[in-house]
């Protein structure tokens, strides 16, 4: 359904809606049929025996309609600049910005596009959301936005067209086609399907701006099956970047979680993406945690300390995309379960969550640029207690700072930790950004490390 700027806020608020409410129930599907599989996750750490560089960034998530009220935009681009973050990644509607055949209206989004340029915000737009003129007949879910183009020349006008307009936006970084489309919720369509719809749009945006990246639709989780489908039909050359998604401990089995989701499929996803296509960098473009009832802020605010540092020691993992900046209002109605009001890092009406400022605090330490994950440079050793499952990262950054988190998911252990490249002074954080001088430091050992079970210490060691 498409959004007209002349409807009243309400409506539009009832449009934002939609790019939600079905996300509870395309998660759980995908996971429950995961579950089938023989690529569940075996419980393993992920390895710690190499020393990896790479460029790392980070980008945060939220999604406006067309008519959304630019003023209340403009807080949320406050708060994001107070994260540390320069990068949004939104939806773009086709349904919004071309409402019937030929109709395109890019009044409002030139001037949303302005407004981010005005805040040093960059754009990774999303381009989905069929119009019910323009689709498939799709099958009896009762929607139409997730349909696949019935006319796919219309299609590529328009991804032509958006594009054209925003080509003089230098801010508009790349442009992802589709959403989630290894979900029947997000894409009701075939596999062949989309890649027509992925390869049409590709030479619609590289013949109105060359200088645009291309991703592929960021998919549910690491699906190897899928992304080879797409690779041996020779879809890698018209995007890229190859994102996934992962929700670990929210729409999971309890036995998938942060520290084992990299698991036996992802292993040959990244294979896959190596040897049948053409080594395109890997983003977790979104990511996240709901703090729902009976889940605290604090699990929240640890959730992501371990995920981020867990994804990003990885030797393949470059990006991680927040997902999002504020909870879903309790008025609006989603489809499946309450986790779709519970994602934000700050609620409804912006006021932060604790993990709005360990976010502020993870790209602070992390997000500069080249990032060295050295976990094996780093050795743990219980000084007191008895461990029960303890992990370690470590990332060395180009100005000589080491970054260490060190947390035990079951048990209350005193630990020591010694480095291989010695430091000067040692600082300890608080997962809300504050920050003290570590005094059990000796140049190469942090001491008496006293852990509580599933908290994230978090360190910095300055050269």
Request: proline share 4%.
């Amino acid at each position: 359904m498409a959004i007209d700027a002349r409807r009243t806020s309400d409506a539009i608020s009832a449009a934002v809606c939609r790019r939600a409410i079905f996300r509870g129930c395309a998660v759980l599907l995908i996971w429950s049929w995961i579950a089938g599989c023989s690529v569940l996750p075996q419980s393993k750490e992920i390895s710690l025996s190499h020393n990896v560089t790479k460029n790392v960034s980070f980008s945060i998530l939220e999604d406006y309609d067309k008519g959304q009220d630019l003023r209340e935009i403009a807080k949320d681009f406050q708060l994001i600049k107070e994260l540390g973050i320069d990068v949004l990644r939104c939806s773009l509607g086709w349904d919004d910005y071309e409402p019937s055949p030929g109709q395109y209206d890019f009044a409002w989004l030139h001037d949303f596009v302005r407004l981010a340029a005005a805040y040093d915000i960059k754009l990774r737009p999303y381009i989905g959301y069929t119009p019910l003129w323009a689709g498939s007949a799709g099958s009896a879910d009762g929607v139409d936005w997730n349909n696949p183009p019935g006319d796919y020349e219309a299609w590529h006008r328009f991804v032509y067209e958006i594009v054209s307009a925003l080509r003089d936006y230098p801010n508009v970084l790349s442009y992802e086609i589709y959403n989630e489309q290894n979900a029947q919720f997000w894409w009701d369509g075939s596999i062949e399907e989309y890649q027509r719809t992925l390869r049409l749009g590709a030479f619609a945006i590289r013949a109105a701006n060359p200088n645009a990246q291309i991703l592929m639709g960021g998919l549910v989780f690491p699906d190897h099956d899928w992304l080879r489908s797409m690779l041996e039909s020779g879809h890698a050359r018209h995007y890229d970047i190859t994102p996934f998604h992962a929700y670990p401990e929210t729409w999971t089995d309890s036995d998938v979680v942060v520290e084992n989701y990299l698991n036996a499929g992802y292993r040959a996803f990244v294979h896959d993406n190596a040897t049948l296509g053409e080594a395109e960098p890997i983003w977790i473009n979104e990511m996240g945690f709901a703090a729902t009832p009976g889940k605290s802020e604090v699990e929240q605010a640890n959730w992501w300390a371990r995920a981020v540092s867990t994804f990003l020691a990885d030797a393949h993992i470059e990006h991680i995309g927040v997902y999002e900046l504020k909870d879903l209002p309790l008025d609006k109605e989603a489809i499946g379960d309450d986790k779709n009001y519970y994602l934000g890092i700050t609620r409804a009406d912006r006021t932060r969550k604790l993990a709005f400022h360990t976010v502020a605090l993870l790209t602070d330490l992390l997000s500069v640029g080249e990032l060295t994950s050295a976990g094996s440079e780093a050795s743990v050793t219980v000084s007191e207690g008895n461990a029960g499952e303890l992990h370690r990262r470590l990332f060395k950054r180009a100005d000589g700072k080491q970054v260490l988190f060190v947390y035990d998911k079951q048990a209350d252990p005193t630990v020591t930790v010694k480095l291989q490249t010695p430091g000067k002074t040692a600082f300890k954080y608080e997962l809300n950004g504050a920050i003290t001088k570590y005094a059990a430091f000796d140049g190469s050992t942090l001491s008496d490390i006293r852990l509580a079970a599933g908290q994230v210490a978090i360190f910095r060691i300055d050269p």
